[in-house]
């Protein structure tokens, strides 16, 4: 799985951007065979948020989600996204529980 809402953004992963490698990552699966990816749609890093709060979201965390799909699409790659993690982090269902207190 990937933090698919962080890495587009990365300005600098080992000397390439976040969506070089991304880019990179996705042409290797389709090399490989692989025709199915799991991406979380949400974040495990507070400074790359998708949704900010209930009806919130974070424009560049959506775009990052669109780039993801976009570059799926062109290697024969579906996606499945995971909206939501049962983990203590920005991202998990407890935020999504102290969202609705």
Not at 8 to 14: E, G, M, N, T, V
Not at 37 to 59: F, I, K, L, N, Q
Not at 95 to 100: G, L, Y
Request: no cysteine; glycine share 6%; hydrophobic share 35%.
């Amino acid at each position: 799985s990937w933090d698919v809402t962080r890495t587009p953004r990365i300005r600098s992963y080992y000397r390439q951007d976040g969506q070089e490698k991304l880019t990179q990552q996705l042409q290797r699966a389709a090399q490989s065979g692989m025709n199915v990816v799991r991406a979380w749609a949400h974040t495990v890093d507070p400074s790359y948020p998708v949704m900010w709060a209930p009806g919130e979201y974070d424009e560049e965390g959506l775009k990052a989600l669109d780039f993801l799909l976009s570059e799926a699409s062109k290697y024969g790659i579906r996606v499945i996204l995971s909206f939501v993690d049962n983990w203590k982090y920005p991202g998990g269902v407890d935020q999504m529980i102290d969202w609705s207190e």
